[in-house]
């Protein structure tokens, strides 16, 4: 896939009130500000993720003297209703973690239609161009650069590879990637780039796209396949699109019969390593880059709240949240730091 990418200034125009609109809130950090509520978007606010988010989001809040107004939204209809509740609670503005980056233009307008300014994180939102490219919408966003993601994730395995002595002109990669959304093509591309600099040949890299729906087990047999094409490599390096990519990487792997010291499979996100990381044998799961939750919830809501309580206009390049290698010796730290353990 070409990807073309836009400009990344952020103009929120129509997402913003005018002034007026903005409502009087009286002087920023004083008791006679009253609080006012900013909507906070996730597909689903019963998983861990998201749930770290918005206690995040709301503790922020109570510094800021604001206010939470958390929605689930799974698809385009319910992100709609999320967005006309919000308006209907006097929310002044709104992060969303988007279910669906390619609902990018139905949330844009809705909130230039409401009046709300609008925050993204998690996921950047996407559009198609005139001419038939996946592209980046011109919004502000905090969370991963996915490209650096994937720097990240070679660069991991790199390092432990150099531990142990490997010489990567000798080594097999297989990756499973997420061909389906920008930031799957991205994560890959960060990857791969990263490994041919140390000097993996082309022809030792498989790479295969996960079918849908994206579950470990077509994860698994995407995985076995490429693992068959690589007769006679012994020592192998893998990466895929999150942990349950991966984990299905390790689990064919394990079916293959190559042995855990013989792989070293680094995943994202840092949720499918809980159950990797507290087996009593290391497995081929060596680590995954983790985004914090917690501080991108937070960031949004400093971001979101400045706009409305000085009544501004979005001019800020999207920040982007580096990523923090876990492995089994600091990922029970970093969890519970974030409210996930």
């Known amino acids: ?9 952020p103009l929120l125009t129509g997402c913003n009130r005018g002034p007026a609109e903005a409502p009087n809130m009286g002087t920023a950090g004083t008791s006679s500000s009253r609080t006012f509520p900013i909507g906070f978007i996730v597909s689903d606010l019963k998983l861990p993720w998201y749930s770290a988010q918005v206690r995040a989001a709301e503790a922020k809040c109570r510094e800021l003297n604001c206010r939470i107004i958390p929605k689930q939204a799974r698809n385009e209809k319910e ?117 041919a600099e140390a000097g993996i040949p082309a022809e030792r890299m498989f790479i295969g796209d996960w079918p849908s729906p994206q579950t470990s087990e077509n994860a698994q047999s995407t995985a076995a396949t490429l ?40 995943g994202a996100t840092g949720f499918g390593i809980q159950k990797e990381f507290v087996m009593p044998n290391q497995t081929g799961f060596f680590a995954s880059v983790y985004v914090s939750p917690k501080r991108q919830a937070e960031e ?15 001019d800020t390049m999207p920040t982007f949240q580096p990523g923090i290698v876990l492995t089994r010796e600091n990922f029970q730290k970093q969890m519970k730091e974030d409210g996930l353990l």
């Not at 896939?1 to 200034?9: F, H, N, R, S, Y």
């Not at 390096?237 to 499979?265: C, H, K, M, Q």
């Open 1 to 9: 896939m070409t990807v073309a990418l836009l400009a990344t200034t």
């Open 300 to 314: 949004a809501v400093t971001i979101v709240h400045d706009w409305a309580r000085k009544d501004v206009t979005a």
């Open 227 to 266: 693992f068959g094409r690589g007769g006679g490599i012994t020592k192998w390096v893998a990466f895929g699109y999150n942990d349950t990519a991966v984990g299905g990487i390790v689990r064919a792997s394990e079916a293959a019969g190559i042995a855990p010291e013989n792989l070293i499979a680094v």
């Open 79 to 195: 992100m709609d209703a999320a967005l006309n509740d919000i308006v209907g609670e006097d929310g002044r503005g709104v992060i969303v973690s988007t279910p669906d980056p390619m609902l990018g233009s139905r949330i844009v307008v809705l909130c230039e239609k409401y009046r709300l300014r609008l925050m993204t994180i998690d996921t950047r939102l996407t559009d198609i161009s005139p001419s038939g490219e996946t592209k980046y919408l011109d919004q502000p966003f905090t969370g991963p650069d996915y490209r650096a993601i994937g720097n990240t994730m070679a660069q991991a395995i790199l390092d432990e590879a150099k531990k142990r002595n490997w010489n990567m002109n000798q080594v097999g990669v297989v990756a499973v990637r997420f061909k389906n959304q920008l930031e799957g093509v991205m994560r890959s591309k960060g990857a791969e780039e990263v490994l």
